[in-house]
């Protein structure tokens, strides 16, 4: 099965260990993305992939690919849950007032004799 980003499947545990795992079984019947995790093995290693909630984005783990039942044609945006994180971490400056890094003034001393 080849696997194309965006693409929505459908979990329904085939083999030994997603049977067995409860994080799997928790989810069976829901729509999946497959999501390619940093530092991780590729997707296909050994007829394993990365898969997430459609709709929550929530990271479900490690499936078999024959666990995987394509919805149709339907596709959904991938959320990045990372990056949504990142980004409300990520301090707001007021872009309408100086900077702060601005010099915004000059003062003048004067060095008596």
């Known amino acids: ?9 459908r979990i329904d545990p085939a083999g ?4 067995t795992d409860s994080r799997v079984l928790r989810h ?13 093995p590729r997707n296909g290693t050994f007829g394993m992939v990365y898969v997430q909630h459609a709709e929550s ?23 990045d849950l990372a990056a949504e994180a990142r980004e409300a971490r990520r301090p707001k400056y007021n872009r309408t007032g100086p900077s702060p890094f601005q010099v915004v003034g000059r003062v003048d001393v004067e060095i008596g004799d």
């Open 1 to 9: 099965m080849s696997v194309r980003k965006q693409q929505v499947f």
């Open 16 to 19: 030994l260990m997603d049977r």
């Open 28 to 40: 069976t019947g829901q729509e999946v993305h497959i999501v390619q995790p940093p530092n991780t």
């Open 57 to 79: 984005g929530e990271f479900i783990g490690l499936v078999s690919k024959q666990s995987l039942v394509r919805v149709g044609n339907k596709r959904l945006p991938v959320r």
